[in-house]
């Protein structure tokens, strides 16, 4: 998450973070009512547009970026639950698993290093979206929104991965 408080420093505004209006509920319906993972990706980013919509000084780069943030931290929650549910279901697989060839890995594992690979991937992909502001304002933004749709789709793949 440094990397976030680094894109808010970017988006530097006298608009408060308490004066953002925001809520998790738009989000939080729209996945109710997703029918498959194409229409749950669609649902990124729902509840940060409202906020910047309803939020005083919101379309300003700090709003966007606190807005974005808001709604980064709700699919980090979820991201991180989702994890922690599959590595539960990871564990129980290799406790009844039959071992496989020398040297094989796990579910956990796996698991495991497909997660941390991931962060190394979603910090680049990140870093390459924000570069291609080349220092301008949107750079702190697009770095967070960025983030926000990169946790999103993989607490989405986790999702599907545990159900």
Wanted: proline residues 4%; hydrophobic residues 40%.
């Amino acid at each position: 998450m440094k990397r976030v408080a680094l894109a808010l420093m970017l988006c530097a505004s006298p608009l408060a973070a308490q004066d953002l209006q925001y809520t998790d509920r738009g989000t939080e319906i729209c996945l109710a009512d997703a029918d498959g993972f194409a229409a749950e990706m669609a649902c990124v980013g729902v509840s940060a547009n409202q906020c910047m919509e309803d939020s005083p000084g919101g379309s300003s780069t700090y709003g966007m970026g606190g807005c974005l943030d808001r709604e980064l931290q709700f699919w980090d929650q979820r991201l991180n639950d989702n994890y922690a549910a599959v590595m539960v279901q990871a564990k129980r697989m290799d406790a009844d698993a039959i071992p496989g060839p020398e040297g094989s890995p796990g579910v956990a594992d796996a698991l495991r290093e497909m997660q941390r690979a991931w962060i190394v991937f979603r910090d680049k992909a990140c870093t390459y979206e924000a570069s291609l502001w080349q220092g301008g304002t949107g750079r702190g933004p697009a770095a967070i929104n960025c983030l926000m749709h990169q946790t999103a789709r993989q607490a989405l793949s986790l999702d599907v991965w545990e159900g």
